[in-house]
């Protein structure tokens, strides 16, 4: 297959600027392409996947890709299809998200490839040295009101009588399309690809890199993702699931995946995994025929697991499971017992004479020191996999586990945590 024929098989192309112009166009020679990436946040969503993992897929097949992180417009704000005006960030905060997702996705790509090296570029590097009379004069003027409202992400907001449009959000697509331009010119690049909801920021790209560089350069925008439930996905009861382990572990990273839906799993392998056709196919089989051993959402647990966190993270993240749903306690460490209280794991702080019908309570595993005596006189309760025999046993009968932990559960699925004190 073609590139662009396994990304569409993969369901990765939702358009293209000229479908075979641009197969012809990367089947010629290596190419340079670039998707951007706005700081709105300190991290990265799992949403950012597809457009990283694209990049990588045409690294992979030997063309340059270039991550462009938004030091400008992240400090502008993209209105494609908000319903209202985004909250404008100061610029040293906006600076240090730009860091942080540069490195981010620094890791999604080789920059060390030779030929084929990806860069991560920020472009603030082009625009904090534009002024205001230069822009409109070289920029502004290829622009066409008429047409930029007729844009439909523009036209949404205009609609709107309780919010409108900014001049400043207005302009943000002026600045992307100078990007592409900026690109072209420095990189020759020559394709740029995006969600779905930038098709009209990315045309207008192509359109200014036309007028002002005389090139015909190309446009390929990737599908947004939903979930066949209607659900809005990389969305958990406890919140965005962010590429950051500091604000989603490995452990929750992974339960997110392993936790598919049957009717999304077959997708979600094409859209986030490199696994080949015939071993995706074989999964797809796997859950027709076997669902109950959810055979498919394991792989797909492991393999975005390891893209996002590597080996280390995966490892960590089946041992959390393996203990969590099979009583192997004793194999956890001290950063696996972190991961848990950072996911949000009921965790107390404890003296070791503390009764365990007490911390039952604090960790609300129980509403009152009647219902705890109870749960542990039917034998419901266990802290580090053994179980708690007396109402008046205290924390100081029970090993704790490295760095001082000890896990409670009360029933097969409910748990608390707890630090020893001192």
Known sequence: MSLLAELRWRGLVHQTSDPAVLDQHLAG????????????????????L????????????????????????????????????????????VASWVASIRAQVSAFIDLDAGPYGGLVVDNLEWTQALDVIAFLRDVGKHFSVNEMVRKEAVRARLEREDSGISYTEFSYSLLQSYDYVELARRHDCSLQIGGSDQWGNITAGMDLVRRMLGR?????????????????????ESGTVWLDPRRTSPYSFYQFWINTADEDVRHFLRL??????E?????????????????????????????????????????????????AIENLGPED??????????????????????VLVALK??????????????????????????????????????????????????????????
């Not at 190309?218 to 969305?235: E, I, N, R």
């Not at 986030?272 to 056709?277: A, K, S, V, Y």
């Not at 792989?299 to 280390?312: I, K, N, P, Y």
């Open 279 to 327: 071993e995706i196919e074989v999964l797809d089989g796997a859950v027709s025929q076997a669902p109950e051993q959810r055979q498919a959402q394991r792989t797909l647990a492991q393999e975005t697991t390891r893209l996002v966190h590597g080996e280390a993270g995966v490892a960590s993240a089946k041992r959390i499971t393996e203990a969590l749903f099979s009583g």
């Open 50 to 93: 597809v457009p990283l993992l694209a990049l990588r897929r045409f690294q992979l097949a030997g063309h340059r890709p270039i991550a462009l992180v938004g030091g400008a417009t992240g400090l502008i704000g993209d209105p494609s299809f908000k319903v209202s005006e985004r909250s404008l960030n100061e610029r040293d905060i």
């Open 272 to 277: 986030f995994t490199f696994l080949g056709r």
């Open 29 to 48: 020679a290596s190419r340079t392409l670039y998707a951007g990436f706005d700081p709105t946040a300190d991290s990265l969503h799992i949403g950012s």
């Open 216 to 236: 015909h350069v190309h446009a390929l925008t990737l599908p947004l993702v939903t979930k066949a439930d209607g659900s809005k996905f990389g969305k958990t």
């Open 337 to 358: 017992l972190a991961q848990l209280a950072q996911d949000g794991l009921a965790t107390t702080e404890a003296d070791a004479s503390s009764r365990v019908g007490v």
């Open 365 to 422: 595993l129980a509403s009152s020191n009647s219902q705890a005596m109870q749960l542990i006189k039917s034998g419901a309760v266990a802290i580090n996999g053994a179980s708690v025999s007396r109402v008046d046993d205290t924390l100081a009968a029970f090993t704790p586990l490295a760095g001082g932990y000890l896990l409670l559960r009360r029933g097969k699925r409910n748990w608390g945590l707890v630090r020893l004190a001192g």
